[in-house]
């Protein structure tokens, strides 16, 4: 009825549904740092082994991860316009003296693997418990899709992955045989993306750290330079510009 249809339509408004239509069923990697979650906030997000055993009160007892202006919004529209949407968090590294103790600090014992198996740290599930108040996974967002890493350089090899991933027949990925949008503000994950993955289209986040400067790829499109990731799914904007 016109119930449904009203409310329909205001989920869409101050959007640009052509953006988003545009994403309907195309594999999609949104990299929060910057777009998502501040880099301040996500600083503080510290992992430690003494509270790895956190219940779900104490770890909503540590406060909120605010969300960028907008950016809920946008991620709930992506996950209602395609089910391949990645989400990906840059986190602080875990300080420990060897790998044998990052191990130890980030496994649980499990007879699956002599080296347990891996769990939620605190700062993850910070993340997923921001995301899911957020309304993220209640549009359809797949929790499993939510990834981490704690270096840009494991930033720029999970996108690369997702990339070279992709195939026609795949699930995880759209018909397009790519990964179809990326956004990041990292310009050198951003570059070494881009040696590999050639037929992405890129959003670079500007920010003061970076300065709006992505080096322009060799054999690929230069990344669109955008302000914000609701600036670029809003119903009214100027035209984003190349880097």
């Keep these: 009825g016109a119930a449904p249809e009203r409310e329909a339509e205001e989920h869409w408004q101050g959007l640009n549904r052509t953006r988003f239509e545009e994403l ?12 998502v979650f501040s880099h301040s906030d996500l600083a503080q997000l510290v992992p430690s082994p003494r509270n790895r055993n956190a219940t779900e009160e104490e770890v909503a007892g540590l406060g909120e991860l605010p969300l960028a202006e907008g950016a809920a919004r946008v991620l ?3 996950a209602h316009v395609t089910s391949r949407l990645f989400v990906l968090t840059q986190l602080p590294p875990l300080n420990a003296s060897s790998f044998g103790h990052y191990l130890e600090a980030m496994c649980v014992p499990s007879p699956l693997s002599p080296h347990g198996v891996w769990m939620r740290d605190v700062p993850e599930r910070r993340v997923l418990k921001a995301l899911g108040d957020a309304g993220l996974f209640a549009a359809g967002f ?3 899709r939510c990834l981490f890493c704690e270096t840009t350089e494991g930033r720029g090899y999970m ?3 997702l990339g070279e991933m992709c195939s026609p027949s795949g699930e995880t990925c759209s018909a397009s045989g790519r990964l179809d949008l990326l956004v990041d503000d990292s310009p050198a994950s951003v570059a070494w ?3 590999v993955c050639r037929n992405t289209t890129v959003l670079g986040l500007a920010t003061p750290a970076n300065g709006g400067v992505f080096p322009p790829p060799k054999a690929a499109a230069a990344p669109v330079l955008i302000p914000s990731l609701l600036h670029y799914f809003a119903a009214a904007e100027t035209p984003p510009k190349p880097a």
């Design 159 to 161: 996108a690369r992955s």
């Design 24 to 35: 309907r069923d195309k594999a999609v990697l949104i990299v929060t740092n910057g777009a």
């Design 193 to 195: 993306f881009q040696n």
């Design 76 to 78: 709930r529209q992506l």
């Design 142 to 144: 797949d929790h499993t």
